[in-house]
């Protein structure tokens, strides 16, 4: 259905007539956007607002006109809200993972306001740490990891929810020697390390103290199999029941279908 748009730029320095758009993103880029405008200059950009006067798009650059006691320019769409805005941020910059997660966990949807209380508690990890370790997948590619996070489908039970609580415990005793290690990717370490410990049988504390005493000499990878293959060897080394993690790691590909 098509949206009524108008055809007229409004100007006003009345800031307290807009609205923050339930869902809508936190402001982020204000400074940015004062140095820009104080280095070149206003140049007129108007922002989207709906009939009702919320702020589709260009809330840091209201925050930013009001600071600097410049007139803001905005055009009304009638009828669109915050599925709109989320729609205009696909594919661009403007909207970071964490934006999405809060907008959708603000809308009442309990997926993410389980992701958002694990972001939250964990902001020592990325978004794509977490929810790489959520897909149970080593995280090689950010935006592959993230691909489902924006068009509101993602899910995430309450029981998955505890899971993935219960492993920070051994993943913070190996944040930073994994963090250390000079791997292409620090995602990757995270995650590799995360996927090990929800193998079947694996003893978790093994795995930890095998990390700690081994970061150092652990060699770079470009890999996912590479690294899952480099914590294994690790594992187990002078024990007689092994497990091959690279080889849960295939498995887990196959019945994927990566």
């Known amino acids: 259905m098509s949206k009524e ?9 009345d800031y307290s007539a807009f609205k923050k758009l339930r869902g809508n993103r936190d402001l982020r880029s204000v400074d940015k956007i004062i140095e820009s405008i104080r280095s070149v200059g206003y140049i007129v950009s108007p922002i989207c607002v709906n009939e009702k006067m919320e702020i ?5 650059r209201l925050a930013a006109l009001q600071i600097l006691g410049l007139p ?12 709109e805005a989320r729609q205009m941020n696909i594919g661009q910059t403007n909207w970071r993972p964490i934006d999405y997660i809060q907008s959708y ?9 389980r992701l958002l209380l694990l972001c939250e508690k964990h902001k020592e990890y990325a978004v794509q740490h977490i929810v790489g370790m959520i897909k149970n997948e080593v995280v090689v590619s950010g935006w592959r990891v993230s691909n489902g996070i924006t068009d509101g489908t993602f899910e995430f039970s309450e029981k998955e929810y505890f899971e993935i609580e219960a ?7 190996v944040r930073e020697p994994l963090f250390s290690v000079k791997y292409t990717k620090k995602r990757m370490a995270i995650t590799a390390f995360a996927f090990c410990l929800r193998v079947k049988d694996v003893d978790k ?4 103290t095998v990390v700690q005493k081994n970061y150092p000499v652990m060699q770079p990878a470009i890999g996912d199999e590479q690294i899952v293959k480099e914590l294994s060897d690790l594992y ?3 024990i007689k029941n092994k497990i091959w993690f690279d080889v849960a790691l295939r498995e887990s590909k196959l019945k994927k279908g990566a």
């Open 236 to 238: 187990n080394k002078g």
């Open 56 to 60: 589709i798009d260009g809330q840091n």
């Open 167 to 173: 492993l920070f415990e051994y993943l913070d005793q």
């Open 5 to 13: 748009i108008s055809q007229k730029i409004y100007e006003t320095t």
């Open 72 to 83: 803001v320019h905005y055009y009304i769409v009638k009828g669109i809200g915050i599925e």
């Open 105 to 113: 966990a603000e809308s009442g949807n309990p997926n993410y306001q």
């Open 205 to 208: 504390s093994r795995l930890v």
